[in-house]
């Protein structure tokens, strides 16, 4: 995970919106600022930087947002399928207990999946082998796992694989726009850097002004 430049980005970018605003805006500051090379040129690079980062920012936490949400439907579908799955697995070594033929062709045998692929793998594998093989369903529908469960258990496996993609995809979305939105942070950092340097030299004998551009200045 990356480190984050700042513990609130949105404090960060506000605090550049009201120092380059109020540079921009304010005649006194503007004048003094342009004795020291900080015209209207200079400002404007800093307000397009200030734009393009409050831009990228925004869209990151678009994505960041829809990231959770289909990891939430992920999560739920996931769950909800597991907890399925458990019941029948545990029924199965249960009743074919003396079977170990079965449990190897239902992949039972060993520990409950616990890696989300080997999870699809072994949730496939058991209700694949079950609605293949009519002799089994029969014996299975004996602890009531019908071939229309059976039927809904593939289906919902085929929608939970469907989500996980869909989670990827905005997963890999999300990262990538989050190393643009750094890169765009760090950008109006160091130019935000050099604005304050200036602004201290420029106002340095008028506090009020430097206040007003988010600097504190100590009394």
């Known amino acids: 995970m990356t480190k984050r430049l700042f513990k609130s980005e949105s404090k960060f ?9 109020n540079a ?11 004795e020291y090379g900080m015209g209207d040129e200079q400002l404007a690079v800093g307000r397009q930087t200030y734009n393009a980062s409050q831009g990228i920012w925004d869209k990151n936490f678009k994505e960041d947002t829809e990231s959770s949400e289909a990891s939430l439907t992920y999560s739920t579908t996931y769950n909800e399928l597991q907890a399925v799955f458990k019941v029948h697995r545990d029924k199965a070594l249960i009743f074919f207990k003396h079977k170990p033929e079965v449990l190897v062709k239902l992949g039972v045998k060993g520990r409950f999946p616990r890696k989300y692929n080997d999870f699809f793998d072994k949730v496939r594998l058991f209700y694949t082998a079950v609605k293949a093989d009519a002799t089994l369903q029969t014996e299975m529908d004996k602890i009531k796992l019908t071939a229309a469960q059976v039927d809904e258990c593939l289906a919902l496996l085929e929608e939970l694989l469907a989500k996980r993609s869909h989670f990827d995809t905005e997963l890999a979305e999300s990262q990538d726009m989050t190393k643009n939105k ?3 942070l760090l950008a109006l950092k160091e130019w935000m850097d050099d604005f304050y340097a200036i602004a201290k030299v420029a106002l340095y004998d008028q506090p009020q002004l430097l206040e007003a551009l988010g600097v504190f200045v100590r009394s």
């Open 13 to 21: 970018l506000e605090k550049s919106r009201t120092a380059i605003t």
């Open 24 to 34: 921009e805006t304010n005649p006194a500051i503007k004048a003094a600022l342009a």
């Open 182 to 184: 750094n890169a765009a």
